[in-house]
């Protein structure tokens, strides 16, 4: 459901929350896998997904109100 919110969602906001929660369930799985696998590479991935993931909301969202996602001032 999330990846067709992200493709064909009806508005912006909608493939931008779809996004975090598609990147939201990735990291959710990466850690089951780390407990399951008990290794620290799914847990190291995980968290580098949950920082991409929250970058990408922001950016998104800032580009959403203002046009432009850096400030040249």
Partial sequence: ??????IVGPS???RVAASDCLSTNIVA???VLGI????DVYYDAAL?????G???SVALSKFMIG???????
Avoid: E
């Fill in 48 to 52: 580098v997904i949950a920082i991409l």
């Fill in 54 to 56: 929250f970058l990408s």
């Fill in 36 to 39: 399951k696998f008990a290794t």
């Fill in 12 to 14: 912006l906001p909608d």
């Fill in 1 to 6: 459901m999330c990846v067709y919110r992200c």
């Fill in 29 to 31: 799985l990466f850690i």
């Fill in 67 to 73: 046009g432009s996602i850096f400030d040249r001032d």
